[in-house]
């Protein structure tokens, strides 16, 4: 086990989820993998280079993403139930193994089509105007201020996943405070995490079944409906899918919208020279992917077998996070990987993992981002942090609470 006393004791800290690059800048240097106990008390293997994270991903015989069949101390029930354990407890391709994840995810695909995805561009773009004209027509004391976390990032993902879904309105903000429990790892949000994924697994299922009634061209009515010959998706599975797709993605773009206009706000140049050339918004969009991306730390995987990296020996049965935001910074892979550059052109970051279990929504959140992100700069003059950004408490999530902006009052 590598002794790396300083910068592990420094994870998790309130200075840490402002800023968790240094520690994981120390941590590359002092090693490769390393012991650490998360909040919660849960104990894990941390890895935060490039090359181990990618390896890790891929490695589909040494690692298992069933939490319930190879993590020793969760079948020993040693795990305290944190928030970072209510995401695993689900019945999803995200902690499923071939060959199950692959008959999972082919059915799921059959109704989360690239179309499909293309077809929201309008509708993504006229709510993120819709949200812009709410805080440009504002007068009195909250003309030209806002924060642009609670009043724009955390709405426009969850209502394009509600329209997506086919969510009635009225229940939309119901389902973004309790994804946001969820995700949360809080010492105090363990009851509320378990009880809010109970609420979202109790919404679905009642969705389900209503949508098991009639037919629409919404992706629930076209995941009821999917089918691989004989096989279905069984309730469970359906469940735990949408799920899934309505957890990450809202988290995963609430994250990357928050975190690129924060990036560029704190780098005027490379916002001056998007302004020149707006043929680089996709290229802005993934360094911020890379650079400060909306996941910190991969959800777990659990060795099958002992595994060897480096000079360290993770045992059989042991749960392991892969740190992409540290591993996309890493130097070796990426040169000068500290600093933020839109004209890097790298899309080889980890930001929504590797391997079979790619983010099946990146395209999605990309989509977001490229509309929504220069809308943000177009729609609000003068836009200028108003004080200090704040980050949410979670290892899984790079979470931004609050992003107070001002902007010239036009109204």
């Known amino acids: ?160 996943v509600r329209h997506l879904l086919d969510v009635p309105a009225e229940d939309g903000e119901r389902l973004r405070r309790a994804v946001e429990a969820v995700m949360s790892n809080d010492e105090d949000s363990r009851d509320a995490a378990m009880a809010a994924f109970q609420e979202v697994h109790d919404y679905l299922r009642a969705l389900v079944a209503r949508k098991r009634t009639g037919s629409g061209d919404d992706l629930t009515s076209a995941l009821v409906a999917a089918r691989d010959e004989d096989d279905w998706l069984s309730e469970d599975e359906l469940v735990s899918m949408l799920a899934l797709l309505l957890s990450a993605g809202h988290e995963t773009t609430v994250n990357l919208l928050g975190s690129s206009v924060l990036a560029l706000l704190r780098h005027p140049g490379q916002l001056d020279l998007l302004r020149r050339e707006p043929e680089r918004w996709p290229d802005a969009v993934e360094e911020v992917l890379r650079w400060d991306g909306p996941i910190q730390n991969a959800i777990w995987r659990f060795t099958r077998k002992p595994v060897t990296i480096g000079d360290v020996t993770v045992p059989a049965g042991e749960a392991v996070a892969l740190s992409v ?68 408490s979670s290892t899984v999530s790079r979470a931004l609470s609050s992003l107070p902006v001002s902007f010239e009052n036009v109204g």
């Open 1 to 160: 086990m590598t002794a790396c006393p300083h910068a592990a004791g420094a994870l998790f800290t309130p200075a840490f989820v402002a800023d968790p690059y240094p520690v994981y800048a120390a941590l590359r240097e002092e090693g490769r993998v390393h012991r650490v106990t998360l909040p919660g008390g849960v104990e894990a293997w941390l890895l935060t280079g490039y090359e181990d994270c990618r390896r890790a991903f891929l490695d589909n015989d040494s690692y298992s993403k069933d939490m319930a069949a190879t993590w020793t101390a969760f079948r020993e029930q040693r795990v305290p139930v944190t928030g970072d354990v209510v995401i695993g407890m689900g019945d999803s391709m995200l902690v499923s193994d071939p060959p199950r994840h692959t008959r999972l995810r082919s059915l799921v695909s059959k109704g989360f089509t690239p179309r499909r995805i293309e077809a929201l561009a309008p509708s993504i773009e006229a709510t993120a105007n819709r949200l812009l004209d709410d805080l440009l027509g504002r007068d009195g004391e909250r003309a030209g201020r806002a924060d642009l976390t609670t009043e724009f990032a955390a709405l426009l993902p969850m209502e394009v």
């Open 325 to 392: 935001a540290a591993a996309d910074r890493d130097q070796d892979r990426f040169p000068g990987g500290e600093e933020f550059d839109i004209t890097r052109g790298e899309r080889a970051h980890l930001a929504f993992g590797h391997g079979i279990h790619h983010c099946l929504g990146a395209p999605l959140a990309r989509l977001e981002a490229r509309i929504a992100v220069p809308l943000v700069f177009e729609r609000l003059p003068g836009l200028a942090l108003a004080g200090e950004p704040a980050y949410r």
